[in-house]
């Protein structure tokens, strides 16, 4: 009788696992669905999955196969849903985001933070800034996973999943939430070498008689613009025979004497205080773009935010934001 008892305890715990490995399963696979909804592509949420194509192929398959329906038309270009697809992913959409939440507000209760923590940051700032800091983070926080992502492209923060993302100057986008991180400005600057054998300096529009480093974005290649300590703007054509996308790489042009360069404080700091580069023109404040500029902290509005983010913002604030102030 016992062993009929104990026979029939196991059936019901495997039956109850079963149960559970295939809820998560489903939710796995609704996951995938949404996101590939948002990215449209396969390939490009196997890429943020670290998965191979084929795997995501054969899920979007399980789930059209169980549901008895097409969610996808596909073509050798385009991936886009049908209309079974679109009312399926209306529904379904809200009630991944609600898992989510509710999975971070479970796993939170412990007060460890853990999982995986995707972050964004331009390639500059990101390897000047953010690099640097991994290691302690990770010693003071070893059950998260940190997937960093570096690039000079606006990243979409709800298609690739992303939990924050740091962003420079103006933002545009006012369904993201935003922390400052710390004010930003910019130095015109160069090397003690450079200034020893050219032409002196003396008013910005000497610059143009001098060999610039230039940015390629709008704005930085062609002038820049001065203000000076009564609020007067003068606005500075400017040339030159290098133009360089890495804002680290214009620094260490400039460094090495090859001419002269509109740099950011975060970048620079350093190289001022121990007079790699000098400031020159310090009584001038002066910008490409926008003289109120900052680095932000960004993540998508949501009602909860998780604490793995809460911990990683309150870290990098205490970390970055006097480290940069010349």
């Known amino acids: 009788m016992a062993v009929n008892w104990c026979k029939i305890t196991m059936s019901k715990t495997m039956n109850r696992q079963i149960s559970v490995d295939r ?23 196997a890429r943020n999955r670290n998965l191979d194509p084929s795997s995501v192929s054969r899920s979007i398959a399980s789930l059209e196969a169980e ?9 050798t270009r385009q991936l886009s849903l049908t209309e079974a697809g679109a009312t399926y992913f209306d529904r379904i959409e809200p009630l991944i985001e609600e898992i989510q939440q509710a999975t971070n507000i479970a796993t939170d209760v412990s007060g460890q933070p853990q999982g995986t923590l995707r972050v964004t940051a331009s390639v500059s700032f990101g390897h000047k800034c953010i690099v640097p800091l991994l290691a302690e ?9 940190i997937d960093l ?3 000079d492209t606006v990243v979409d923060l709800v298609v690739d999943r992303i939990d924050l993302a740091v962003r420079l100057g103006l933002l545009a986008d006012s369904t993201l939430i935003a922390q400052q991180l710390m004010r930003t400005h910019y130095s015109v600057c160069a090397s003690p070498d450079y200034l020893k054998r050219s032409s002196k300096i003396q008013y910005p529009r000497d610059l143009e008689h001098h060999n610039c480093l230039l940015f390629p974005l709008a ?5 820049w613009i001065f203000k000076n300590r ?3 703007l003068s606005e500075i054509p400017i040339f030159g025979r290098t133009v360089i996308s890495s804002a680290i790489a214009l620094g260490q042009c400039a460094i090495a004497g090859m001419g002269i360069a509109l740099l ?3 970048l620079i700091a350093a190289d001022l205080r121990s007079g790699n580069l000098v400031d020159v023109f310090p009584d001038y404040a002066v910008t490409a773009t926008d ?14 935010v998780p604490l793995k983010v809460r911990i990683l913002i309150e870290f990098l604030k205490k970390s970055i934001s006097g480290s940069a102030e010349v």
Not at 24 to 40: A, H, K, N, Y
Not at 291 to 304: H, I
């Open 264 to 266: 950011p404080n975060w």
């Open 67 to 75: 549901l008895g329906i097409g969610l996808f038309q596909r073509t």
């Open 137 to 145: 983070f990770q010693r003071l926080y070893p059950d998260l996973t």
């Open 291 to 304: 003289f109120n500029t900052a680095a932000w902290l960004v993540y998508p509005s949501r009602a909860y």
């Open 219 to 223: 704005g930085f290649r062609s002038r």
């Open 230 to 232: 009564q609020g007067e």
């Open 149 to 151: 992502l570096l690039a």
């Open 23 to 45: 809820l998560e399963m489903d939710v796995s696979g609704l996951q995938i669905f949404v996101e590939v909804v948002r990215q449209g592509s396969f390939a490009a949420v």
